[in-house]
Structure formats: structure tokens, C-alpha cells
């Protein structure tokens, strides 16, 4: 039975890796309010296709991926970052997980149509900086403030200290 379930972990991870790797990004146009909506799921999608492929291959993907999501933020009309500068810690050190926190953040509100719950995006905002920061320590190096979210989430005190902050 462990056995089995081996495999299809295996399996499972295998496959959301080829998901992610599989990202194209969209010929996207924004000229009026409903076109942010189509691209919705291209949102969710290249933030996957972020965090899951390692910072330091496809550098002409991950810019023009950058450039999809930043585009997509300055302009949807159903979500506003309020960014606070006492949960964003980590940008002088790891300026490129500002975009995965900003992603993650808009996943989150995608995915579960709650497009004004400040809490809930920052969490998920973390949450996806810390997923990127374990796939790529070996690349980035320690970096104190995601160490820190780490070990908040990981006794389950991350929520309410985001909440402490907003």
C-alpha cells in the first residue's frame, strides 16, 4: 500500500511539473475592464509556472512571464494590493519574490472569487514566496525575513501575524 502511494506521489509531482513547464503566455490584450477577466486563469497558471521552475533557467520565459503579471496587475479592476512595507521584508534581499507575493496574492483571490480579502492575499502571498524561496535556497541563499515566515507558518502562527500587520 505505501508502495502504491509512492508511486503516485511521484506520479502527481511528475505531472504538476510538466503543468507548470508547459505555461505559455498568453497574446494578451488589455484595453478595457472585462479583458483582465479571460486571462484569470493564465494568472493562476504562470504564478505555478513561477514558483515550480527554478530562477535560474528560462530567463527569457520568466521576463516575459513577469511582464504578463505585472501588466495584469497595474490593471485588474477586481483586485487592489494595499502592500504594506512591515509584511513585504524580504524585497531588499530577494526582489523577485515581490512578484511572487504579488502573484500568490492574486491567486489566491482568483481561485477562490474573493477579490477584496486583504488578509487572506497576503497570506497566500507568503505562502507562495515561502513555496519559491525551498525551491530555490540553493540559488538565492538564506534569507532572513522568508527564514522568518517560515518558521511562522510552520507553527501555524503566520495568519495572525499578518493580521497583526495590516
Not at 16 to 31: C, L
Not at 39 to 67: G, H, M
Not at 122 to 136: C, D, K, L, T, W
Amino acid at each position: 500500500m505505501i508502495k502504491k502511494i509512492c508511486i503516485l506521489t511521484v506520479l502527481l509531482c511528475t505531472f504538476a511539473t510538466i503543468q507548470a513547464q508547459d505555461f505559455k503566455v498568453p497574446n494578451y490584450v488589455f484595453e478595457k475592464a472585462e479583458d483582465y477577466a479571460k486571462y484569470e486563469q493564465d494568472v493562476v497558471a504562470a504564478t505555478k509556472w513561477l514558483i515550480e521552475t527554478p530562477i535560474n533557467s528560462q530567463a527569457n520565459k520568466r521576463a516575459k512571464v513577469n511582464a504578463f503579471l505585472l501588466k495584469w496587475f497595474e490593471g485588474t479592476p477586481n483586485i487592489t494590493f494595499n502592500i504594506n512595507s512591515d509584511i513585504v521584508t524580504f524585497m531588499e534581499e530577494s526582489p523577485e519574490s515581490f512578484m511572487i507575493y504579488l502573484a500568490g496574492w492574486a491567486s489566491y483571490c482568483i481561485e477562490n472569487k474573493d477579490y477584496k480579502n486583504e488578509l487572506q492575499g497576503n497570506v497566500r502571498g507568503i505562502e507562495s514566496v515561502i513555496a519559491f524561496y525551498n525551491a530555490n535556497k540553493k540559488t538565492t541563499g538564506k534569507i532572513k525575513p522568508i527564514e522568518r515566515y517560515k518558521k511562522l507558518k510552520k507553527k501555524g502562527k503566520l495568519e495572525k501575524h499578518l493580521k497583526s500587520k495590516l
